[in-house]
């Protein structure tokens, strides 16, 4: 035997054909159908095969792969999708999944190609917020991840001993607004001060971060002997998608010498648009930023981003000097810095080649111009709501995340009438609590959605309405 290659490459070869025109027939279609269906037992059942001893051919996994897998996937492709926050990715992105997977680079370090294509879409991205351009940055696995670089970053920068002594009794805090990600308090867990070391601002009535409650908090905190090191702000949160005043975070962290971050895990993608760049005002002035290519900007799954004002300071909480890891000042050990000294990852895959080509192709302007249809959406059905008896708009449509209440429903109606909606098939929203109250929430950031799925989605659930109220 030599290696795992096949000895006639004409059969995977017309199986590959076979395979990419299947995607591409997929995509094509991809409006058709359900938005989502629940995968029955029996499908889950004929998975549960154990490792093979013998192999199996292409031809039958490929078939296996259509039956099982693909009538059951998220929905997040169909434009009736509107749940969470999930790009639907294109057929770009796929045909770049791939090439980078026929590359295989590990884009951990060394010198060679893959990397220089990251530090291009690095500087795409301090570009498109308008972050220095020697600022540095690396694709991670999403904004979870990201935020997670930022505070280990952020904590190495005001306490450079952390790396050997470990955080121990530290009595270091940060802030964030109420309405902030959850993977911001799991992040302080995860780094070692714990999720109340994440101390969570109130908000005022438009749901954004209270800067007078934030600027007491921090004297507050200092006064009990806390040490207060950053705080983050939010460009579209997670519930409403509303953006805090980045600028007058900016100007307390100032004035309090912490780290400025921002979370702008879909809201970054705004920056493109002229129309709603100025909303985000501010956002150029982080030290650190989270954020995903694979939400708003629709690149396949996955690929976040974090990016970092001073390069030397993200590098000094990450770059280690190991033997085995010996940079050199040519040959394939150059390149120096390697994109581990950005964050906690030796391996890492080729997710800048999607990245690179996705925004390649369609360019920055027609990016915008998609952030701006995706909004207007969300615009059209804020009034369809507005306008519909026994229907309430619960909170400002910022960008283009819709909440609405149902009224004569409980909270447990509104969530089993969502259920209800998602297995019909005809389109997939989530929920949030705004205000206490459970809100079926539409979050368009599917390029593929137009108003006639937001028709459809709103018809529908105003017959589920009815059903069950009556």
């Known amino acids: 035997m030599a290696g795992l290659d096949p000895e006639d490459w004409s059969g995977i070869r017309a199986m590959g ?4 025109d299947a995607l591409f027939d997929r995509m094509e279609h991809v409006g058709e159908g359900p938005v989502w269906r629940p ?52 057929p770009v992105g796929m045909l770049a999944e791939m090439l980078a997977g026929g590359m295989n680079a590990n884009c951990g370090g060394r010198s060679h190609a893959a990397n220089e294509v990251e530090r291009e879409v690095i500087r795409w991205a301090l570009s498109m917020v308008g972050m220095p351009e020697d600022g540095s940055g690396c694709l991670v696995t999403g904004s979870s991840m990201a935020n997670f670089i930022s505070i280990i970053t952020a904590s190495r920068a005001r306490d450079p001993l952390l790396r050997r002594h470990g955080v121990g009794q530290s009595r270091m805090v940060g802030y964030a607004a109420t309405t902030a990600h959850g993977c911001l308090p799991r992040a302080y867990d995860l780094a070692g001060f714990g999720s109340e070391a994440l101390r969570r601002v109130p908000v005022t009535g438009d749901h954004r971060m209270d800067l007078a409650a934030l600027r007491q908090m921090i004297t507050e905190d200092r006064q009990s002997g ?19 005043d980045l600028q007058g975070i900016e ?4 004035e309090n010498g912490l780290w400025f971050h921002v979370d702008a895990a879909f809201g970054a993608l705004a920056c493109l648009s002229s129309r709603f760049k100025a909303q985000l005002s501010g956002i150029e002035k982080a030290d ?37 890891l010996t940079r050199e000042a040519r040959g ?33 302007q027609r990016m915008g111009q998609m952030v701006e249809e995706c909004c207007d959406v969300a615009q059209h059905l804020a009034r369809c709501v ?19 209440g149902i009224e004569g429903l409980s909270d447990q109606g509104v969530s089993e009438l969502v259920q209800d909606l998602h297995e019909s098939g005809v389109a997939a929203p989530s929920t949030t609590r705004i205000n206490g109250r459970l809100a079926v929430r539409a979050a368009i950031v599917n390029h593929r959605t137009t108003t006639v799925d937001t028709d459809r989605m709103l018809d529908a659930v105003i017959a589920l309405a009815a059903d069950r109220r009556g």
């Open 17 to 20: 054909h076979q395979m990419l």
């Open 39 to 90: 995968m029955p037992q029996a499908a889950r059942d004929e998975l549960r095969t154990g490792f093979p001893a013998e192999g199996t051919s292409l031809e039958e996994l490929h078939e296996r792969f259509t039956e099982l897998v693909v009538p059951y996937g998220n929905g997040n492709t169909h434009p009736g999708f509107m749940g969470w926050v999930h790009g639907a990715g294109t």
């Open 226 to 244: 806390l040490v207060p090191f950053m705080v983050a702000g939010t460009a579209g949160t997670v519930d409403c998608g509303a953006i805090d």
């Open 251 to 254: 100007a307390i962290a100032r």
């Open 288 to 324: 650190s930023l989270a954020f995903d290519f694979h939400k708003w900007a629709q690149v396949p799954y996955d690929a976040g981003c974090v990016l970092v004002r001073n390069r030397e300071l993200h590098a000094a909480a990450f770059a280690q000097s190991l033997d085995y």
């Open 332 to 364: 394939l050990a150059s390149g120096a810095p390697w994109f581990c000294d950005f964050g906690p990852d030796l391996s890492r895959g080729f997710r800048a080649l999607k990245v690179w080509m996705t925004l390649g192709h369609y360019g920055s």
């Open 386 to 404: 507005q306008a519909t008896p026994g229907l309430v708009l619960l909170a400002p449509v910022t960008l283009n995340i819709v909440c609405f």
